[in-house]
């Protein structure tokens, strides 16, 4: 069973990311109530949401003639252009309506991307890897040592957050079955390359309830 020195990190279960929505996620849906479940067993839950300016610079629709899924080079690095999707105060910008037990467990809310000249997909770090969200600092106060992550999209969100926490210095595991991925050109296997090398361990959600 977790102890307070372990935080169950749930990232970016909204419905943009959900079937259906603007970036789809396939069977984003089916982790929610696993994630619900899991949530109750921790002491300390924490929850992301991506929170986007409708001008964001991720958006393919602010770059004439590029489309989804292109990368371009900006000043901070290679991004891939996404949909617009999970604009700041809209409904695909919200939380499943089905988190129901993660939401009321959660101690913190961290919303990413709100920079418009920068994206973000770890809740740690902006996609520049210099400018932090706090919330290494966070949870370093509340006395955790091991972060637990899980969400969408396991490839992206959350491998990003998984691998920057082990940066930060803390323990890690990625929960695979409350997780899923959008796997883009390959990137679900150069995450898992990566998260293992990083020493990130990968866990079902029993695993993680012990």
């Known amino acids: 069973m977790p102890d307070s020195a372990s935080v169950l990190l749930a990232i970016d279960l909204q419905n943009d990311f959900m079937p259906g929505g603007a970036l789809a996620v396939a069977g984003g849906d089916e982790v929610v109530p696993l994630v619900n479940r899991l949530a109750q067993a921790f002491g300390h839950v924490v929850l992301t949401q991506d929170w986007h300016p409708a001008g964001h610079v991720s958006f393919a629709a602010n770059h004439p003639g590029c489309q989804p899924f292109e990368t371009i080079a900006l ?4 991004q891939t252009l996404w949909p617009v999707h999970c604009v700041q105060g809209s409904r695909g910008a919200a939380l499943h309506e089905g988190l129901h037990a993660a939401a009321a467990r959660a101690r913190a809310i961290v919303r990413k991307g709100q920079n418009p000249a920068l994206d973000s997909y ?9 400018t932090p969200t706090g919330l290494a600092g966070y949870l370093r106060e509340l006395g955790v040592r091991r972060m637990f ?6 490839d992206y969100c959350v ?23 959008i796997n883009l050109n ?5 995450a898992w390359r990566q998260l293992r090398a990083a020493g990130v361990a990968r866990i079902s959600a029993q695993e993680a309830l012990g």
């Open 122 to 130: 770890s809740a740690f770090l902006e996609a520049d890897r210099k």
């Open 75 to 78: 000043p901070y690095g290679e």
């Open 149 to 154: 992550c899980c969400g969408l999209a396991t």
């Open 159 to 181: 491998a990003w957050s998984a691998l920057d926490a082990r940066a930060a210095g803390f323990e890690a595991a990625l929960i695979e079955d409350a997780s899923r991925a």
């Open 186 to 190: 390959g990137s679900l296997d150069a």
